[in-house]
């Protein structure tokens, strides 16, 4: 339904106004009460002459000092720069308010970071290299999910997907005794299972939820009863080793980015060349244009001469593969055997950092990191001694996507035609 | 390109959407498709644009055995169509609506902007069609929209272009630049296909007129050759009585008084923008405008499904500005809305629950939670012989009658409940001729049985065949008001396109 | 393009055939075996698969089918061999005996309700994919009441299924809120929220609230008597969950079919705009559907708490959750066809313990058969190529959920 096409202009920027501001109102509000959380939780707890020491170094180097960081100073430098931020914010008329925020987390993160190593020492180098570890298989994940749901097929199968793929990928690396092999296989594996979710949600039309529930539900109990009646009965078959990191020459030496960054295994180097080529190919290929246009108004396409459902199938198959690829992490990248629901709700967590991202590659990876990070965090406060439930760490990728899909910090944009079935002319 | 179609055919499973349908367009004509609602103008041309597949019969491209399998094929073959609802990506630009499916691209396929914006540019200044191609589609009003379309067609280097009801949604100045654009495109040369159900526009534009009925071709003249009255008795089949037979109304006390009512629309825009009038029992005043100029929130601002940002409604005196629409249900106040399957029925339920819909609070449909489902069952009965509803029992699907017998269930309940104000969004859009003089006569009974009658209708005829007085809303406000019996097509015409009097 | 079709619908087109007169009840009766027949295809068709799964993974088997060739009947007898005794293991100990008997109904007893939580979302509008958050949240709040209030049995127990229903309705609740006042679409917040009470449950058996005295592993102390379903006595051994839940299978038809509220619901479930139009109030009866969903969950969960296993443990139970959307869609989102498909469900879990005893097949081939019969029943379409019968004798699959986010 159009409006009057030329409303009175006052009106118009009243109205914007008000959405923003009520924005910028509750976002600033946040910041300066995170701001003021880091000054009481950890300012106040903290005394004068803590200090908090991070290694900056992998574990067995040295090629950076360690830092001593004066704990109750940092504290309350930190949470004033949230405070500052959320100050900032109030006034602020700005679309990308969520910044800010984003910011401001970021110092209460890292204020908890030194405070938890007051009178300690706390394994900064090992939190963030362990933080991007655990964001691998997710953003992974996150981009199975976006590029089925690019083109208006919803993926919830995310979890099945890839804890068969885990399975598929063992299993295969053990038996052929190479983990290429086991690499190829878990790719397939995902790649059937795309294809499945495609058929079903395409050609049958199966309301793509439950579809999406069918191939979790399928992947586990499945991997269950194989596990039980075949690799319990054949412990070899479950042995498939690890990939081992790929230093990059020269790279690999710089201090701390090094390490991190350059001698990843090769789960690593696929997650960002994939994350940042889907980012630029979503948006400025034939392909990309194609399969948001199909996502978006798939009529639209289909007038124009694009075949939707060889777009959806395309898309869903890759996505399919993509979560093959997650999958293979788990068993080939980081624990070297197959254990029953070994994925335990990542998939679901890829599916949150593609929404949290607002289906684009570059922010699924952002949240990837974050949710990752929490995770991490976790590990890193136990070592410390941090009187934190670790429960709530983990609890915190589950919340914050409740507060984004809420519209609490802005609604996100959903490809318009995600879930609905599509039919030809007959 | 002259384009021919033989002895096409199309079945539905029960339905013949077209049957042994001839028909030639020459270049540089304006060919007009006239046509009722569900006369096959549509279904036709998705034939020739390769949506549909005929099931029997052929299509001549310059004289040569065409078959167009999709969409993709018509392209190839030269031919563009304008849809009715507009096929454009509200998130993308002009440019990248305009070049998606036949995309520029370097080498590996990567998106060549450039030249294509470059391209955009320069037919639309070629066209005069006025078009800034880094604008987002769901930025643009309609009229613009429309322009993207055709430049989509443009784009594709089309020969014939096909237009869908173009006019429905547009003012009437913008309606006036589109048939300008139009005139042009078929002097360069082009064929070109009018799709429409109006008489005047028709006779405007067309160089050749055929009219469809039912399916079928049933006259192929010119516009010379015939006046309004023929082309309408062709479209519907009989001499069409369109006006209604009614007395001299006999206002009393104003029950409805809407007071500078403010209200916003879904995006937040001042849809209506401060407006004041009354409607008396006994009275029906008219509520006309092109679609889109805010009539349809001012409705939902009264009835209680938006809340209005200032002013008031009162009913018989008392301010119900912020009533619930439950509660405006209560005060006697019925309600016709607009989109009937969408917010009239609840498809699935059957005809008998779909009577009460709204009434299920009260007495006799229910005891306090208890529905008493012989009550609404003995209700139904009584209003399928009341209003003449065609179902085989008031246990049948509503979503399984026509259009007509749908429209009669909804006003059968909201008069069956009507104490006060009736109102009707556009209450015979879509519906054949005799259930349209059907649903006329209900709406002057419930005037003579005393009821104030609020409605709102985009249909000139209508408007002029009910009303008692006329209100014209333009752009959120009204700027006319008149008695039915001084209104004239001209005059209430003037005042819809935004000439003030 | 469905608008098409209406729109080409000839204006004459208003009288369809009158229908010839068959009394009420046969119609109703043809149509309840039409209804069946559905869904029964769809279990014999997963249970088919299930046993080419079995015998396509069975390394005994698969050594008779390597010689085939050779002799083929040595293939055949060891598959038949291997699906037979599974199978009539499954049945032997799901429906062999009374004993059996009531193991079903007793495991059925959490699966039917939780089913009605989903089917009651489903007839709303809403698909209810939280019903393992929501049996976890009531299963806490019970066990809450039975460790730490004494009271006796006739009040201690309502006491207990009362909090089961409330904390269940709270978490469903704000699925609900979150729905009906932003938008916010109900599987996306719902997952989010069956992981938090996961790990809110970890929490809390951590804590000295729930955790067992003397245990560091997750678990909570056995309810005391007082709380626990009592057993009805008689040759079956099954307690009182089982007719509880039957009362409350009824309760939801009598509020579906026969009250205001239910036909609100339905209205919203069906077409939300016509039912605003209609004044229902869309956003309360939206939250009002996700609030009663998640106190039949969480009174799923008090039943599993107060009937077999008597503790909190770490993930209490969610499974159910997702073996709860299966037989709601089996059973066509209808009280009586939940109560029919919860049976089912239940026999398959409570023989496939036997199943495993029996024969070496591992119990969880019965996940791989739910997840086919959710596939065969919301493809009625895979059904048909399957068992090439007639189309119009299934219906059409089920249709839940719209896009997700902005509504």
Known sequence: MTAVSDPPAAHTEAVENTGARRRAIVVAGLCIAVGLAVVVLFGMTATADQTSTLTLNPRGEDALPDLHIPTQIASFVLGLGAVALGVRAWRAVDPRITVYLGAAFGLFALALVIWAARDGTGAFYGLIAGSLQRSTPIALGAM????????????????????ASAFGAAITAAASGNLWVGLGCGVLTGAGFGAVHAVISIKYEVDQIVGGTFINIFALGMTSYLTARVLVEYPDLNQPGTFRPIDIPILSEIPFIGPLLFSQTIFGYLMFFFVFFLAWALFNTRWGLRVRSVGEHPRAADTVGINVFFIRYRNVIFGGMMAGLAGAWFTLGSAGRFDENMTNGKGFI?????????????????AALIFGFSEQLNDYLALLDTPIPSEFLLMAPYLVTLVVVAGLVGRPRVPAANGQVYRSGE | MRVELRGITKRFPGVVANEEVD?????????????????????????LYGLYRQTEGEILLDGVHTDLHSPADAIAAGIGMV????????????????????????????????SARQRVEE?????????????LIEDLPVGIQQRVEILKALYREADCLILDEPTAVLTPTEIDDMLDIVRRLAEEGRSIIFISHKLREVRAIADTITVLRRGRVVETLTPDACDEQQLATA????????????GEAAPAATVLRVTDLRVRDDRDQL??????????????????????????????GIVGLRRPTAGHVLLDGDDVTRATTARMVDLGVAHVPEDRQRDGLVGSFPVADNFVLNLTRREPFANGIRINRRAIREHAEQLVTDFDVRTSSVDTAVETLSGGNQQKVIVGREMSHAQRLLVLSQPTRGLDVGSIQYIHGRIVEARDAGLAVLLNSSELDEVLALADRIVVMYRGSLIGEMAGADATRESVGLLMAGATA | MTTERTNTEPPYAGTPEPMPQRPRWLQAIRDTVTGLLGPFLAIVTALVVGALIMVFTDPDTLDAWSSFFSDPSAALDASWDLVYESYRALFDSSLGSPSAISRTLVQSTPLILVGLSVALAFRAGLFNIGGAGQLIAGATAAAWIGIHVDLPTVVHLPLAMAAGVAAGAFWGGIVGILKARTGAHEVITSIMLNFIALRLLDYALSTDTFKRPGRSDPISPEMPGS??????????????????????AFGCWWLLQRTTIGFRMRAVGANPHAAGYAGMGVAATTFLSMAIAGGLAGLGGTSILLGTTPRLTGGFFAAVGFDAIALALLGRANPAGVVGAGILFGALQAGATGMQAQTSTPIDIIFVIQALIILFVAAPALIRTIWRIDASRLGTGQRFSAGWGAS
């Open chain 1, 144 to 163: 199975a999910g976006l590029l089925c749901e690019r083109t208006g097929v919803i993926n919830i199968a995310i979890e099945g997907m890839m804890l």
């Open chain 1, 350 to 366: 890829a599916l949150a950092a593609m929404i949290f991202g607002r289906w684009h590659p570059v922010g699924a990876l952002t």
């Open chain 2, 23 to 47: 028909l030639t367009v020459e270049p540089g004509q304006v060919h007009a498709l006239l046509g009722e609602n569900g006369a096959g103008k549509s279904t036709l041309m998705n034939i």
């Open chain 2, 83 to 114: 849809h009715q609802h507009f096929m454009l990506v509200p998130v993308f630009t002009v440019a990248e609506n305009v070049m998606l499916g036949v995309e520029p691209t370097s080498r590996a396929g990567v998106l060549d902007r450039a």
């Open chain 2, 123 to 135: 037919l639309s200044h070629r066209h005069g069609l006025d078009v800034d191609p880094d604008a």
């Open chain 2, 235 to 246: 479209m519907v089949g009989r001499d069409v009585q369109l006006v209604v037979d009614r």
């Open chain 2, 271 to 300: 849809a209506v923008a401060g407006i004041s009038f009354d409607v008396r029992a006994g009275e029906i005043v008219a509520i006309a405008g092109v679609q889109g100029n805010g009539q349809s929130e001012l409705i939902e």
């Open chain 3, 227 to 248: 709380v626990r379903f009592p057993e009805l006595g008689g040759e079956f051994d099954i307690h009182l969950g089982f007719p509880i839940a039957l009362l409350v």
